[in-house]
C-alpha cells in the first residue's frame, strides 16, 4: 500500500472519529459536584412525529380507527402516581374531602384514624412521560408536600420517584424515575390549537382501577383565566370527561401530541360537569425545561400593575375594551420606572403581539428570562410612545392588591365620603399618612361607586385625569360633577394604584 493510500486511510479514519464525538457529545455538558465530574443533559423531548392526523376516514369504521390509533399511541405514555405522607389524623367529617392539608383537587385519600393517632395518608394522581430517560410532568398538587412518591406504568411496573421541581405558579411539577423502555409523548403546540378540535384526555380517575381512561370531547375555550387555581393561568378548557384523579394526565390532540396537562374541573359536585381545565403545552414545557435544568423557574419582571380596560374606563380614557391594558403602579426602581413609564400609560402590544387582556400581558412578561430584553408600545395623551426594557428577575414577593371591604352608608351623592387623610385617621384606617391626601371613609354598598369597585380607605390621587392636592382641590375638582356624569378616578390601595371609572 502506498504512502499515499495509508495517508488518506488515517485521514478518513479522523474524520470518523470527529463525527462519532460530536454526535454523542452534541447533547451532554459537563457538571462538576461534590462527588466527581458528572454527565447531565438538556432534556430529550421526543421528536418522532405520528401522522395521525392525515388518517384517511371514510367511514364510521375509519373514525372510530383513528381515535384508537390516537388512544394506543399516547397511552403507554401516561402514568399513575401515587404519593405518601406521614400525618398525625384528625377527627374527619364527611363534608372534609376537599379540607384536609394534603388531599389536593384531584387526591383520593385512604383509610381513616382516631383524633392524633399517626397516619400515612394517601394520594393518587396522574403523570405524563416527556423524556425516555425519565422525566414526568404533572402538576404540583398531586406531589406536593409527599414524602415518598412512586408510579405505575403502563405495563405495570412500580417504580419509585423523587421530585425533580415544582412550580405551584402553574401547578406544575417534575418527577423522575430511572427505568428503561419509557415511551415519552410528543409535546405538540398549544398556540395552534383552536376551540372546537377534538381532544382526549388520558388518566386515572377516582382511584388504580381505573388507570389510563381514555375520555374525548373538544376544546371548549382557550386563555381560560381568573379561575383561581394557580397565580399564572391561561387554561385550555374542554369537555372530555375528568375526574379526581386525572389532574396531571394528558390532554391530546388528533396526532396524538400532548397539548395540555389537565389540572382542574368546575363542578357543583365534585365530579365530572363537562368543564376540565388543562394548562397549555407551551406553558408546561418552558416550566419543565427550567425546572429540569435548574431545578426552580425564574420568570421576566418588568415593575408595574396592570388592569384591563373594561367599557366604563374605556369611554374615560376614549378607548375600545381590548385596545391595550392600563397600567396602575409603577414600581420604583423596577425596570418599567427606570425607562419612564407612568401611570395612567396604555400597553398597546408587547414584542409586536397587540395586547387584549392583562392576563395575557402578564403571562407574555412572566414567560421571558430575566435579562432578555423586550419592546412594547404605550399611549400616553394622546401619543404613542416605543419602550424598549431589559427585564430582571421576579421579586419573591410580588405586589398584590388589598381586597379589605367595609360595607357602611355614605350620605354624599357620589355614593361615598372622602375625607382629608389625617395622622389619627390614617392609623385608624391603617394607611400611611400624607400632607393633601383625601381617604373614602364610609360608601354606599348599593352605589356605583362600589359596584365599580370603590371601597373603603381607598385614597383618591386623581380625579378626571387632575391630580389631587389637597382637601380643598378636591372639593374644587368635584363641583362640576353632576348626577349621570362619568367620574374617573385613580386610587391609592395598599400600594398599588388602580383606575376606577363610574357614573354618578
Do not use: C
Amino acid at each position: 500500500m502506498s504512502k499515499k493510500h495509508t495517508f488518506i486511510k488515517y485521514l478518513l479514519l479522523v474524520f470518523a472519529g470527529i463525527a462519532v464525538g460530536a454526535l454523542v457529545f452534541s447533547n451532554v455538558e459537563l457538571k462538576l459536584s461534590a462527588e466527581g465530574p458528572t454527565l447531565t443533559t438538556s432534556p430529550n423531548f421526543a421528536t418522532a412525529r405520528s401522522n395521525i392526523e392525515n388518517y384517511p376516514i371514510q367511514s364510521l369504521k375509519g373514525f372510530n380507527e383513528a381515535f384508537v390509533q390516537i388512544a394506543e399511541s399516547a397511552t403507554p405514555s401516561v402514568v399513575t402516581i401515587f404519593t405518601e405522607k406521614n400525618v398525625t389524623q384528625r377527627t374527619l367529617s364527611p363534608f372534609d374531602f376537599f379540607g384536609r392539608p394534603f388531599d389536593n383537587f384531584f387526591g383520593m385519600p385512604e383509610g381513616g384514624a382516631r383524633n392524633g393517632q399517626k397516619q400515612v395518608q394517601r394520594g393518587l394522581g396522574s403523570g405524563v412521560i416527556v423524556t425516555e430517560d425519565g422525566y414526568i410532568l404533572t402538576n404540583n398538587h398531586v406531589v406536593d408536600d409527599a414524602d415518598a412518591i412512586y408510579i405505575r406504568t403502563f405495563d405495570n411496573r412500580k417504580i419509585d420517584a423523587k421530585v425533580i421541581g415544582k412550580d405551584p405558579k402553574t401547578d406544575l411539577a417534575v418527577i423522575k424515575v430511572n427505568a428503561k423502555g419509557l415511551k415519552p409523548l410528543l409535546i405538540g403546540d398549544s398556540d395552534k390549537l383552536r376551540v372546537g378540535e377534538w381532544v382526549i384526555a388520558i388518566g386515572s380517575p377516582l382511584g388504580e382501577n381505573f388507570a389510563r381512561t381514555v375520555t374525548q370531547g373538544i376544546v371548549s375555550a382557550k386563555g381560560r383565566a381568573n379561575v383561581g387555581l394557580a397565580d399564572y393561568e391561561d387554561f385550555i378548557q374542554t369537555d372530555a370527561a375528568i375526574n379526581p384523579g386525572n389532574s396531571g394526565g394528558a390532554l391530546v390532540n388528533i396526532n396524538g401530541e400532548l397539548i395540555g396537562i389537565n389540572t382542574a374541573i368546575a363542578s357543583r359536585t365534585g365530579g365530572f360537569e363537562g368543564i376540565g381545565f388543562a394548562v397549555p403545552s407551551n406553558m408546561a414545557k418552558k416550566v419543565l425545561t427550567s425546572l429540569i435544568t435548574s431545578g426552580k423557574v425564574t420568570r421576566g419582571y418588568l415593575g408595574v400593575s396592570i388592569q384591563d380596560i373594561d367599557e366604563t374606563l374605556g369611554k374615560a380614557m376614549h378607548l375600545n375594551p381590548g385596545e391595550g391594558v392600563l397600567v396602575g403602579t409603577v414600581v420604583e426602581g423596577s425596570p418599567a420606572a427606570k425607562v419612564g413609564v407612568k401611570t395612567g400609560d396604555v400597553i398597546l402590544d408587547f414584542n409586536d403581539t397587540k395586547v387584549t387582556s392583562s392576563v395575557a400581558l402578564r403571562n407574555a412578561i412572566a414567560s421571558e428570562s430575566p435579562g432578555s430584553t423586550v419592546k412594547f408600545r404605550v399611549q400616553r395623551d394622546g401619543k404613542v410612545r416605543l419602550f424598549t426594557v431589559r427585564l430582571e428577575a421576579q421579586p419573591v414577593r410580588e405586589v398584590a392588591a388589598s381586597s379589605k371591604e367595609e360595607e357602611v352608608t355614605a350620605t354624599s351623592a357620589l355614593g361615598f365620603r372622602a375625607e382629608e387623610l389625617t395622622a389619627r385617621m390614617a392609623q385608624r384606617l391603617n394607611v400611611k399618612p400624607g400632607s393633601g391626601k383625601v381617604v373614602i371613609t364610609v360608601i354606599d354598598p348599593s352605589s356605583n361607586a362600589f359596584l365599580a369597585g370603590l371601597r373603603s380607605g381607598d385614597i383618591i390621587l386623581s380625579v378626571n385625569r387632575q391630580e389631587v392636592t389637597s382637601f380643598s382641590q378636591y372639593g374644587t375638582l368635584l363641583k362640576g360633577v353632576k348626577s349621570g356624569d362619568l367620574l374617573y378616578l385613580l386610587i391609592d390601595r395598599g400600594g398599588n394604584r388602580i383606575y376606577f371609572a363610574f357614573n354618578v
